[in-house]
């Protein structure tokens, strides 16, 4: 406790060492008391990355690392050991919160885990970096909120576009009021590279797999090649497709830019268009509609296809009367509206990234793990809990095959079939948390 609250309290982190080249960063001399211990939970895919920016971030050591695959947790533990840094290794995510002296945990697993993780991690007194979505439903998105509430914790959630500056700087001219009357917005990602995914049989789990614990609350159903590791993505037991995975990237700015609550209403149209016989559950192709009461916002995503609108394979788009700001990871830049071969206002070149986005988040997240300001978080779990809920909306409305009207004083819709999308299912014993 004496460490933890030195941790709290001291003022020895420099601000701006996110920024710094890692060569410099780790010839920084942090005492073993400045250091932020760190146990990572899920490591193989968007989970490495995370690691590997945290620990170039000199206050950050990585002690501890969780795994349902052996295979890849044997692989991490021997990477990080290339790098001078030795770790316990852990298959059991609950074992590696008992270690007291794990300051903060990162979480990606799949969607399915990283409510009932965070809960779990909060109640064990750990600050948590977790990826997006945060919740895997509206409901579970809710708990995690009244968690970070209630335990007090430090929670950065993975949307780390809200570290770029360019970003910022879109959003500052779209509230400048320059473009007009914005009455359109349109988020999309169009993804060429994603293609089918082949129907394959089940099988057992690989060998050092333990399956089981990587079901943990999702539905019991034999081992599938298609459900694991990166394909998770594209089944309802587990995650909600492209609306999700690149929905609450996109989404997130359409609401941010417009200063948007929830939607009125929310009707969808799509479906399995591209590869109506592959294994994928989720729609490959999807429109969703929503009506915010002064302006509508449109969400489109594809698989198989790149060239999206205005030539960009993801993005936001302000449409005013004045012209249209259109921002995606490599820039931003406005388009002027004409009228009467007259531009309505002046066009902005190209503005392009000017930084790194996910060292910066997760540097802002360590610094905010030692000063406490939980207001100087980039992407606290409320904003992100935010744009997860309506990003789930649109896939409710796609699943219930209705257009649906949500209502704010209730925080439900006001259709049944609607709701009985707002709570994900909990099975082989586990409930969702009670916060």
């Not at 990572?40 to 590997?52: C, F, K, R, V």
């Not at 300001?373 to 649109?394: I, N, R, Y």
Request: charge should be neutral.
């Amino acid at each position: 406790m004496k460490r933890r609250h030195f941790l709290q309290s001291t003022s020895a982190y420099l601000a701006g060492a996110a920024l710094l080249p890692k060569t410099l960063s780790a010839a920084k001399k942090i005492s073993a008391n400045d250091k932020i211990r760190i146990g990572a939970i899920g490591i193989h895919g968007m989970g490495w990355t995370d690691l590997t920016n945290l620990i170039k971030h000199p206050e950050a050591e990585c002690i501890a690392l969780c795994d349902v695959d052996k295979n890849v947790l044997d692989k991490r533990v021997a990477e990080l050991k290339q790098q001078n840094i030795n770790v316990t290794a852990y298959g059991d995510y609950r074992k590696l919160l008992d270690n007291k002296d794990i300051d903060a945990v990162l979480i990606a697993t799949p969607d399915h885990w990283h409510c009932r993780i965070m809960v779990d991690a909060s109640m064990a007194g750990k600050d948590v970096y977790c990826e997006k979505p945060v919740g895997n439903s509206i409901v579970e998105c809710a708990a995690m909120v009244d968690a970070q509430k209630k335990y007090n914790r430090v929670v950065q959630v993975g949307q780390w576009q809200r570290s770029e500056k360019h970003y910022a700087d879109a959003m500052d001219f779209v509230h400048s009021g320059k473009l007009g009357n914005v009455r359109l917005v349109k988020a999309w990602a169009y993804q060429g590279w994603m293609e089918s995914i082949p129907v394959k049989p089940d099988s057992a789990p690989p060998p050092g797999v333990d399956y089981d614990m990587w079901l943990g609350p999702a539905e019991k159903r034999p081992f599938n090649p298609n459900r694991f590791h990166f394909n998770f993505r594209w089944f309802w037991d587990y995650a909600g497709g492209l609306m999700t995975d690149w929905g609450v990237h996109m989404i997130d700015y359409a609401l941010i830019g417009s200063k948007a609550d929830v939607p009125k209403s929310i009707m969808a149209s799509g479906g399995k268009f591209a590869y109506p016989d592959d294994a994928e559950q989720t729609p490959d192709t999807l429109t969703t509609v929503y009506d915010f009461g002064s302006f509508n916002m449109l969400w489109e995503h594809a698989t198989g296809i790149n060239d999206g609108p205005y030539s960009r394979d993801h993005g936001v788009a302000f449409i005013g009367n004045n012209g249209t700001l259109v921002v995606d990871r490599g820039g931003w830049e406005v388009i002027p509206e004409v009228k009467n071969k007259q531009n309505q206002m002046d066009a902005v070149a190209r503005q392009p990234v000017v930084d790194d986005g996910i060292l910066k988040h997760t540097g802002n997240f360590l610094e905010v793990v030692k000063s406490r300001k939980m207001e100087d978080l980039k992407c606290p779990v409320q904003d992100a809990a935010h744009v997860a809920t309506v990003c789930d909306m649109g896939n409710i409305a796609f699943r219930s095959g209705k257009k649906i009207y949500w209502d704010a004083e209730k925080k439900k819709f006001t259709d049944d079939d609607a709701n009985k999308f707002l709570a994900a299912k909990y099975h082989n014993g586990y409930e969702l948390p009670k916060v």
